[in-house]
């Protein structure tokens, strides 16, 4: 149990960290050498090319403009310049709601933090019990402001009570408008989007075979009777994985042809020569750029045949189509539909965005799905609850002994008392750690077996199953204090109402562990997001290493997305403990309520100049928030009515019984008043825009654009396929008469060779990478 | 705990009773003055007419053809002989599909109890456990053939968990092969449809009130806009509650003026009186012809004025309309799929059979709907688990001194020791027998105030409300033996682990309960059933008493539908009791074998000669009953669970706990592989359906019959009305070029004048109303 000063003085630790790394931040994102690691989504628009190629040599790499190390904190401010509806043609509407979900935080615990302030402190601190009980027990300070220090049967828990009441009304008030103000959000996005292929477009799987007819033939059969005026094309599905590896293979061969070039340009009187041999440190010499250019052409005509292979064996075509039509309307009806009698064929949904499609799920028949998905959820309830039981194992053998008998010659230097003591305490911790490490991939890939078919359903799945890990592990597991296994043996052999009685009760001693939690998750964590620590380490050990072409710089500097499966369910655990201290000890709110405000500055920052989102799903998570702020309300109430029949308030039962569930009510009754917003597509909408394209911008030949956009890049072209892998928005979706968005960027950085009004004009997405094709077109 | 010579005697008592019933059936129904009540469906297809006018007067009554008495158990094959596409014609897909449960018994059962006796039996009876501890337990000797008999940590009780897989796997593959045919049966059924209005109409919920637009023109302008190609016309849906009172009203006078017209027809002499006062007791005399004829013409005017308010007034106008497509691909579309932004507006779905409709329900808001969801969900937990309160206070209230308090004139008779023990034997039982008699219809108004909108929902909604209060109170609360608020209380306080051990260590005990149970409300009940003493009764009271014209006959006669909302969760309670005993004590399932081939007849024979169902929902049940019974298996799952963790057989655990998980994802399959076949209709149907009808009977108008379709019975025409009060299929759903379906009565009566080949020719079904319409017509 901390005092108030242990809390202090932990704080002061972790404000100083956060300081740190934010002062490490503000002075190397002015380095030009490091414009590639925080400001990439500009490299990516177009706004901003290379730096390099300066007079002065070392303005390259150091900012000498010492001017702007005076005014190093002002990318906070900058980062509120841009507007909402900026951000959401910057960077997508994904990254916007994104944001908002740490606003909801803040409206949420904001109000409730002053409320429980004027209220529920002085009820607590007026409560007096621990002062008679201090003896006996250890008691924090923090705990004479909790509801620990209110008496047993007093009268004042109805001031408990009525917060609980007065927070839940809020929560559920502002989740609400959230919901109210994402859903319109999302259907304005939709509706302002020029023409896209998905718009039109609706994914078939499990298309029945038809003996002696091709799944092509069968698919333009059934769509040719059944939405004979709708429908336009179709693409089917080839399975590319063989060719797609190929394909990579050529990539990395023509990688390093262009390395040997250029190395010839730069000394052209020495041509480049490597060994046969393996990784090339052996056997004879070639001439290298003569080498890979024979392997390029050998590995060019086994791509040839093969790709001829694959639009032509029709065992390389899966039982899965995209099926395009003439107008947002009948795709809207076919997406909504039951196609056939047998309702496990024909099954239709909204196609993806071509960017956003996971190609290697596609034909999945019915039945492998439902087994794929039980398989899975046993084993991601496994993993939860046993994950514990291998990493036991792997402690036991990863001990200093084992270690000494391993590698027998470490022996005196592990027997040093300090190198003893630290690998003591290291060693077991090790291997949970890797595990943690390794966890969003595991997870994920558990999500890519159970056979989603695009990323953005993918990461969300993996959220719902990294928050269910934490829930148990993280915020269960530290309550309760005991391994997972531990907690559902006792969950298995107690009552139901005993069970948030358990809980419930040692709620308020954890308080202060949750606010050293939330300082070094939360407020360090933060600071170091922005400080992009490993992506700034790895670009520059690739930029001296591995770095040979401009296509390579590229690579090192690709910014992925926001990591959504991480992101947002750590998040959402600020939600569940605020949900749940907002009443027992409301000293809590205001570290969560920095955490929120920093962690929105930190997030606004990124999504401007960071992140590069891989797709965009119009902010399809958001109904997963909502019901995870939902559940976080529930167990909250059902732990606070656990602690206070503990405190023999017996009297307050029926009172709280009624708060969950008018919860669950509230949450059924969003549910069906803004779900579908998201997960269908009214022919309201459908109707008004057909109507709006066909007067505003006409489109004489829809057929040919929509066919080719659900091809799989790979076999489009090979260049294709590298902005693809790259997570680049190559447009091929965009139907035309498209008009050009200007963005404009809020630059933070202090070289002054770039400032935001010099880059005001956007120039076209793929301008660093086509440079880059149009040289091996030369080739 | 009774021995096998006690079940004799019960089975010996109940199969008297069983024999008695059937024997009083066979020789009532053979009387011609029971014709109605036994073969009532003839009168209402119109194959047979009244028996009356026969020379013979004494004939007319009872049957003097004594060769019939001879073959007086000749109904048993006879209901045999009508084949199930016959049944479908004649009496619907609801009563095949009803019929067929019986037959699932069977099937699932079966082979079931064969196996069962060969493997179970021995190893029970071998066990021996029960020869030693018979000295301090009354032991019978069904338990000697149980569980029970097995001593623990046996190995024989893998021979038990091999049974419950087998009979897993047996009862699922049933179910699978089962729903498949049912699903095929009804899309056939749909398919083999001619045109009916309810194929082309759906039903439009929550249309928003646009100012200065009447609800007609919000529709009309909606639909135009986004179904332009299909939307054809549309019906307001009118609150005419006020006007269907006044014209039941109009009815009765009707009624008596018939009546009187009769009389003075028979006696031309003497014109009929009333008199004026208070149930013409009293006052001025007058004649009553003339006095009926006024009032009805009062009536009538205001009846108009009523007519003309409710088409104009906006207020009478609800904000629900029925919308028809010109194909059946339209309406499909428009069922479908979401149609505004915001999703609690404009919501579709198939529009009921016209006489499926229930009207009052049609105009209640979204929101409105949810919190009314929400409280009878309440209602019925509520109602289930405390329904025992209120009992116990009026039993507390009518005992034997509260009578004599009430009554103090009968102390002397209530003194008398027989009449006294006899009472208070009575009186504590009667509050609850009276509430288990208003149960269904309690539940049944409970599912009107949730808002359905059909009858046949309405009586899913009921049912499944009846199987849960069945399921806790009969069956947990005769386990258990205790009431559903002990059991609550223990539930609560139990951890779930400990539940399935409690209700699972009793179950061996309460099987010959269960076997009293399954004889007295199964066997003596079913033959109950056949004999309809109630409606005898009734009829021959009403006809006697009550019955002036051929219009009340009608009214007497009318035989109503299955009774879906009991016999369903009755019908499911065998399922369970089955289910769970077929490990534990299998020499339950000869009796329900029994009870499932007897009920089959039974219900064949009704089906055939009875019942008249009310609407058609083409077994859209099923899938209740699918869930139901698979919820059965869960639950004998659980208990065996709970009952073999008591016999210390630990290390089966395992074994058995990947059963429930099989069982809930087989479920999970069914439902997505056969439920929208009872849900959603296929386009690909809809679309054949369309083109067959555009070949084979082209409609020229179809406009004109659809509008009319969906208008409030009441608003058409009274004798409209009077039909659908009553019931009867009026057809005006139908859309014509119908080919009369020719039926072929299986009479099983013994009176010659109406033997079925004499009444092969189908008459017009409404033959027997429309003579009564003449003769209104004439005066």
């Given at each position: 149990?901390?005092?108030?000063?242990?809390?202090?003085?932990s704080a002061v630790i972790n404000i100083v960290t956060a300081?740190?790394?934010?002062?490490?931040?503000?002075?190397?994102?002015?380095?030009?050498?490091?414009?590639?690691?925080?400001?990439?989504?500009?490299?990516?628009?177009?706004?901003?090319?290379?730096?390099?190629?300066?007079?002065?040599?070392?303005?390259?790499?150091?900012?000498?403009?010492?001017?702007?190390?005076?005014?190093?904190?002002?990318?906070?401010?900058?980062?509120?310049?841009?507007?909402?509806?900026?951000?959401?043609?910057?960077?997508?509407?994904?990254?916007?709601?994104?944001?908002?979900?740490?606003?909801?935080?803040?409206?949420?615990?904001?109000?409730?933090?002053?409320?429980?302030?004027?209220?529920?402190?002085?009820?607590?601190?007026?409560?007096?019990?621990?002062?008679?009980?201090?003896?006996?027990?250890?008691?924090?300070?923090?705990?004479?402001?909790?509801?620990?220090?209110?008496?047993?049967?007093?009268?004042?828990?109805?001031?408990?009570?009525?917060?609980?009441?007065?927070?839940?009304?809020?929560?559920?008030?502002?989740?609400?408008?959230?919901?109210?103000?994402?859903?319109?959000?999302?259907?304005?996005?939709?509706?302002?989007?020029?023409?896209?292929?998905?718009?039109?477009?609706?994914?078939?799987?499990?298309?029945?075979?038809?003996?002696?007819?091709?799944?092509?033939?069968?698919?333009?059969?059934?769509?040719?009777?059944?939405?004979?005026?709708?429908?336009?094309?179709?693409?089917?599905?080839?399975?590319?994985?063989?060719?797609?590896?190929?394909?990579?293979?050529?990539?990395?061969?023509?990688?390093?042809?262009?390395?040997?070039?250029?190395?010839?340009?730069?000394?052209?009187?020495?041509?480049?020569?490597?060994?046969?041999?393996?990784?090339?440190?052996?056997?004879?010499?070639?001439?290298?750029?003569?080498?890979?250019?024979?392997?390029?052409?050998?590995?060019?005509?086994?791509?040839?045949?093969?790709?001829?292979?694959?639009?032509?064996?029709?065992?390389?075509?899966?039982?899965?189509?995209?099926?395009?039509?003439?107008?947002?309307?009948?795709?809207?009806?076919?997406?909504?539909?039951?196609?056939?009698?047998?309702?496990?064929?024909?099954?239709?949904?909204?196609?993806?965005?071509?960017?956003?499609?996971?190609?290697?799920?596609?034909?999945?028949?019915?039945?492998?799905?439902?087994?794929?998905?039980?398989?899975?959820?046993?084993?991601?309830?496994?993993?939860?609850?046993?994950?514990?039981?291998?990493?036991?194992?792997?402690?036991?053998?990863?001990?200093?002994?084992?270690?000494?008998?391993?590698?027998?010659?470490?022996?005196?230097?592990?027997?040093?008392?300090?190198?003893?003591?630290?690998?003591?305490?290291?060693?077991?911790?090790?291997?949970?750690?890797?595990?943690?490490?390794?966890?969003?991939?595991?997870?994920?890939?558990?999500?890519?077996?159970?056979?989603?078919?695009?990323?953005?359903?993918?990461?969300?799945?993996?959220?719902?199953?990294?928050?269910?890990?934490?829930?148990?592990?993280?915020?269960?597991?530290?309550?309760?204090?005991?391994?997972?296994?531990?907690?559902?043996?006792?969950?298995?052999?107690?009552?139901?109402?005993?069970?948030?009685?358990?809980?419930?009760?040692?709620?308020?001693?954890?308080?202060?562990?949750?606010?050293t939690?939330i300082m070094v998750?939360g407020w360090a964590?933060?600071a170091?997001?922005?400080?992009?620590?490993?992506?700034?380490?790895?670009?520059?050990?690739?930029?001296?290493?591995?770095?040979?072409?401009?296509?390579?710089?590229?690579?090192?500097?690709?910014?992925?997305?926001?990591?959504?499966?991480?992101?947002?369910?750590?998040?959402?655990?600020?939600?569940?403990?605020?949900?749940?201290?907002?009443?027992?000890?409301?000293?809590?709110?205001?570290?969560?309520?920095?955490?929120?405000?920093?962690?929105?500055?930190?997030?606004?920052?990124?999504?401007?100049?960071?992140?590069?989102?891989?797709?965009?799903?119009?902010?399809?998570?958001?109904?997963?928030?909502?019901?995870?702020?939902?559940?976080?309300?529930?167990?909250?109430?059902?732990?606070?009515?656990?602690?206070?029949?503990?405190?023999?308030?017996?009297?307050?039962?029926?009172?709280?019984?009624?708060?969950?569930?008018?919860?669950?009510?509230?949450?059924?009754?969003?549910?069906?008043?803004?779900?579908?917003?998201?997960?269908?597509?009214?022919?309201?909408?459908?109707?008004?825009?057909?109507?709006?394209?066909?007067?505003?911008?006409?489109?004489?030949?829809?057929?040919?654009?929509?066919?080719?956009?659900?091809?799989?890049?790979?076999?489009?072209?090979?260049?294709?396929?590298?902005?693809?892998?790259?997570?680049?928005?190559?447009?091929?979706?965009?139907?035309?008469?498209?008009?050009?968005?200007?963005?404009?960027?809020?630059?933070?950085?202090?070289?002054?060779?770039?400032?935001?009004?010099?880059?005001?004009?956007?120039?076209?997405?793929?301008?660093?990478?086509?440079?880059?094709?149009?040289?091996?077109?030369?080739?």
């Amino acid at each position: 149990m901390a005092t108030l000063g242990d809390i202090g003085v932990s704080a002061v630790i972790n404000i100083v960290t956060a300081f740190a790394f934010l002062l490490a931040f503000a002075l190397l994102r002015i380095q030009p050498i490091n414009d590639r690691v925080y400001f990439p989504k500009w490299y990516l628009t177009g706004a901003r090319a290379s730096p390099r190629h300066s007079a002065n040599l070392v303005a390259n790499f150091v900012n000498l403009n010492f001017n702007t190390y005076l005014t190093f904190l002002n990318w906070m401010p900058q980062t509120l310049r841009m507007k909402e509806p900026q951000i959401i043609d910057h960077a997508g509407l994904d990254s916007a709601a994104f944001l908002r979900i740490y606003i909801l935080g803040l409206k949420i615990f904001g109000p409730t933090a002053i409320v429980a302030f004027l209220v529920l402190i002085p009820v607590n601190a007026s409560g007096g019990m621990l002062f008679f009980l201090s003896r006996d027990l250890v008691i924090s300070d923090i705990d004479k402001l909790s509801i620990s220090n209110v008496q047993p049967k007093s009268p004042k828990f109805f001031a408990h009570i009525f917060m609980m009441y007065l927070f839940t009304f809020w929560a559920c008030y502002m989740l609400y408008k959230e919901y109210d103000v994402v859903a319109s959000m999302r259907l304005n996005f939709l509706a302002l989007k020029s023409r896209r292929a998905e718009q039109f477009t609706v994914l078939v799987r499990n298309v029945p075979h038809v003996p002696g007819n091709s799944v092509s033939d069968t698919v333009k059969c059934f769509f040719k009777k059944n939405h004979s005026t709708h429908y336009l094309c179709h693409q089917t599905v080839y399975n590319a994985n063989k060719y797609a590896r190929a394909v990579r293979k050529r990539q990395k061969l023509q990688n390093k042809l262009d390395y040997n070039q250029l190395k010839l340009e730069r000394h052209p009187n020495t041509r480049p020569t490597r060994k046969t041999g393996l990784l090339g440190l052996w056997g004879e010499k070639l001439d290298s750029i003569e080498y890979y250019q024979q392997k390029i052409k050998e590995l060019d005509e086994k791509l040839t045949m093969e790709h001829q292979k694959i639009l032509k064996d029709p065992k390389r075509i899966m039982s899965a189509a995209f099926v395009s039509f003439n107008s947002r309307w009948g795709a809207a009806v076919c997406a909504q539909t039951q196609q056939s009698k047998n309702p496990i064929l024909w099954l239709t949904d909204w196609a993806p965005e071509p960017r956003d499609v996971y190609w290697k799920n596609l034909a999945i028949p019915f039945i492998s799905l439902s087994i794929r998905k039980l398989v899975i959820s046993l084993a991601v309830f496994a993993l939860v609850f046993f994950y514990i039981i291998p990493i036991t194992f792997v402690q036991s053998l990863a001990n200093l002994e084992g270690l000494e008998r391993v590698v027998p010659f470490l022996r005196p230097i592990l027997e040093w008392s300090f190198i003893k003591s630290f690998l003591q305490g290291f060693l077991p911790g090790l291997a949970l750690k890797v595990f943690l490490w390794l966890l969003p991939g595991i997870l994920m890939t558990m999500s890519k077996i159970e056979g989603h078919v695009a990323f953005s359903v993918l990461e969300r799945s993996t959220a719902a199953k990294y928050y269910f890990f934490m829930l148990v592990n993280v915020f269960l597991g530290s309550i309760v204090a005991g391994t997972a296994i531990q907690q559902l043996h006792s969950f298995l052999h107690q009552s139901p109402t005993q069970i948030p009685r358990t809980i419930g009760v040692s709620i308020p001693m954890k308080a202060t562990f949750f606010i050293t939690y939330i300082m070094v998750d939360g407020w360090a964590g933060m600071a170091g997001e922005i400080l992009r620590l490993k992506p700034l380490i790895m670009f520059h050990l690739k930029n001296t290493l591995m770095v040979k072409t401009e296509r390579d710089r590229l690579k090192a500097m690709n910014p992925k997305s926001i990591d959504f499966p991480e992101a947002i369910p750590s998040l959402q655990l600020y939600f569940l403990m605020g949900a749940v201290y907002a009443v027992v000890t409301p000293i809590l709110l205001p570290f969560i309520l920095i955490f929120f405000a920093f962690a929105y500055f930190v997030y606004r920052h990124q999504v401007i100049n960071v992140y590069n989102q891989r797709y965009e799903s119009a902010a399809a998570f958001w109904p997963h928030v909502h019901h995870r702020i939902i559940a976080s309300l529930l167990i909250s109430q059902l732990l606070l009515l656990g602690l206070l029949s503990t405190k023999k308030a017996a009297n307050s039962t029926p009172l709280l019984v009624v708060l969950p569930i008018l919860t669950v009510t509230f949450h059924k009754f969003c549910k069906s008043r803004f779900e579908p917003a998201f997960r269908k597509y009214p022919l309201e909408e459908a109707v008004e825009k057909d109507t709006q394209d066909e007067v505003s911008e006409p489109v004489n030949d829809m057929k040919s654009y929509l066919c080719e956009a659900y091809l799989h890049p790979v076999l489009r072209s090979i260049e294709e396929f590298e902005l693809f892998e790259l997570g680049v928005d190559n447009n091929r979706a965009h139907i035309p008469s498209q008009v050009a968005t200007e963005l404009e960027p809020v630059s933070g950085s202090g070289s002054g060779s770039h400032s935001p009004k010099e880059e005001n004009k956007v120039a076209p997405k793929r301008q660093d990478l086509e440079v880059v094709v149009e040289q091996h077109d030369k080739t």
